[in-house]
């Protein structure tokens, strides 16, 4: 008769508690910061576009960059986090950094004298490459937070790492805010300068694992310093072993393909990013164009819009682990609500407040950032640490298909809105000017003529002390639509020749702007609905470690 197995636990590492707490906070901060610094050469882009359409790179050409470098992104994010659930986050995140931002660089240096279409190719060519190299940013942070941090906090842990979404981008748009006056090429080429020291930093800060550097699991360190007592030592080396002897591919398979709650995320991640990606990708482009603000305010109201979403990502987070005791799903039901209706009053204010613009803009990113934010968190806590970076990579390639209608769609739907209302511009412009429509100096005379338009509307809408300074750049703006209409009809203007080409390309720029942009505004409502109702049919999802701690504290209390 063989004698019974006797379960040895294993003895606590000899490193101590203060140094595991020091490397739980220098994981969480140091993937944070590296994570903003990604963001500095991800939307980069999106201040330079403005500059591009100028040169004559169209807003489909545009748009198309952005679909091929979001779909691709998701791909990367996916194949990079089954990879990156084997590897050390330390060299996996700061390689891509440094490669994110040399893609920047490359697209910085692109010369204008080589013509709008060559000038396309090569940023499309390098921004594509971005696009995968980017996936090496997100994987590597989910799989540290689910190593370093117990399930139980997860919820504030997550939230508190996601507001590097919210710096990244908010800081980025200042920044270029102040850059782009320089030149479209300096908002790829600052951020990239200060990424690559970013990926310095990064390989500094991260480590792997707790366990390959002398700690005790995560789970067993929680319970033994701020749960209800001690927890069995062998039991996390059991795990351990069990997860080694399943194989990558049959956890993949056990815990994210046959999940069916992995799938509802997926599609709900979906429709988030399409509001998330509409407007951080166009903001600063549907503002000046559909709201009549001007570009530097445009890139501060998308920074507030950021910014603002830190605080939803912050609250969400403590509703997740406090309020709904774990359920991620339920607190992105009550955001996408939220979404719905700030997303609708910026759909039908039809109102050139900076400020109303401004405000609706940043209670839209109040509610988008949270289910955002809690998506990957809900999504690693159910599949659990076997498959934590390979499930948030599933999420994240569903949002990023999202730039199938974010990206090229949205540049085909206000282009092919606004293309009859552009080229009925264009033949009274020429008519008024007495020249042929397809005379090469007519787009210079319009986009002056549209340039007087938002430069005396600004001026006629200030406030007393910034009157005069604008009045003088409306007079500025008067004085290039004449030189351009000398150049272009070869004799001395007639007097009110400049007011009629103004207030007629004026009026038909309002047509344009009415044509286009409220169909994209009102697609944000709709989607924000269809996430609401995802996450509705899986309100009550948690992840197992939660359901089988709350099982056996039932079972001890019957």
Not at 39 to 58: D, N, Q
Not at 142 to 169: D, M, Q, Y
Not at 231 to 246: F, G, I, Q, R, T
Not at 276 to 303: C, E, H, M, N, Y
Request: aromatic share 14%.
């Amino acid at each position: 008769m063989s004698s019974p197995q006797v379960q040895i636990a294993t003895p606590r590492p000899a490193r101590s508690d203060s140094q595991y707490e020091y490397w739980r906070w220098r994981i969480l901060f140091g993937t944070m910061i590296g994570y903003i610094f990604f963001y500095f050469v991800r939307k980069s882009i999106t201040m330079a576009m403005p500059g591009l359409e100028e040169v004559g790179v169209t807003k489909t050409t545009l748009g198309l960059f952005l679909t091929i470098h979001g779909v691709l992104y998701g791909v990367s994010r996916f194949v990079n986090g089954i990879w990156s659930d084997r590897v050390n986050p330390r060299y996996f995140m700061s390689i891509g950094l440094f490669l994110a931002a040399s893609t920047n660089v490359f697209c910085g240096i692109a010369p204008e004298s080589i013509g709008s279409t060559k000038l396309a190719w090569v940023i499309g060519t390098f921004w594509i490459i971005n696009g995968w190299v980017q996936g090496m940013g997100f994987p590597p942070c989910a799989k540290s937070l689910t190593h370093w941090f117990a399930p139980r906090e997860h919820g504030v842990k997550f939230a508190t790492w996601n507001i590097s979404h919210s710096l990244g981008a908010g800081l980025v748009f200042i920044l270029n805010s102040f850059v782009v006056g320089f030149g479209w090429h300096y908002c790829f080429l600052v951020p990239a300068a200060l990424s690559m020291s970013g990926a310095i930093f990064l390989f500094w800060a991260l480590r792997d694992a707790p366990e390959k550097e002398g700690f005790e699991p995560v789970e067993q360190y929680y319970e033994r310093t701020r749960g209800k007592g001690d927890v069995a030592e062998a039991a996390p080396v059991a795990e351990a072993e069990s997860e080694k002897d399943a194989g990558w591919w049959a956890n993949l398979c056990e815990h994210v393909f046959s999940n069916w709650a992995i799938w509802v995320l997926c599609w709900a991640n979906f429709f988030v990013y399409v509001v998330r990606f509409s407007i951080l990708d166009w903001a600063p482009t549907f503002l000046t164009q559909a709201k009549g603000v001007d570009l530097k305010a445009a890139g501060w109201t998308t920074a507030s819009y950021e910014i603002f979403g830190a605080f939803g990502i912050i609250l969400s987070g403590f509703m997740m682990d406090k309020l709904f005791k774990g359920r991620g799903a339920k607190t992105c039901f009550y955001y996408m609500l939220g979404c719905a209706a700030a997303a609708f009053l910026f759909w039908k204010f039809n109102s050139e407040s900076l400020v109303l613009n401004a405000l609706l803009m940043s209670l839209i990113g109040f509610f988008i950032y949270g289910p955002q934010c809690l998506i990957g968190c809900v999504a690693s806590t159910v599949a659990t640490k076997k498959a934590a970076a390979a499930s948030s990579g599933l999420t994240g390639l569903f949002g990023y298909l999202s730039t199938l209608v974010t990206g090229l769609g949205v540049g085909v739907l206000v282009d092919s809105a606004t293309a009859p209302v552009k080229a009925e511009r264009d033949q009274t412009v020429a008519a008024i000017v007495k020249i042929d429509v397809e005379n090469e100096n007519l787009p210079a005379i319009v986009k002056a003529a549209e340039g007087l338009f938002d430069a005396e509307r600004r001026a006629a809408n200030a406030k007393p002390e910034k009157a005069e300074a604008l009045q003088a750049k409306a007079e500025k703006a008067r004085t290039a639509l004449a030189e351009q209409l000398a150049d272009a009809t070869g004799f001395v203007v007639a007097e009110g020749t400049v007011d009629k080409v103004k207030e007629t390309a004026g009026a038909e720029r309002a047509k344009i702007a009415e044509a286009g942009w409220p169909r994209v505004f009102g697609m944000l409502v709709i989607s924000s609905l269809i996430a609401a109702a995802l996450f509705a049919s899986i309100l009550n999802l948690r992840s197992p470690e939660l359901v089988r701690a709350e099982e056996e504290a039932k079972a001890k209390t019957a």
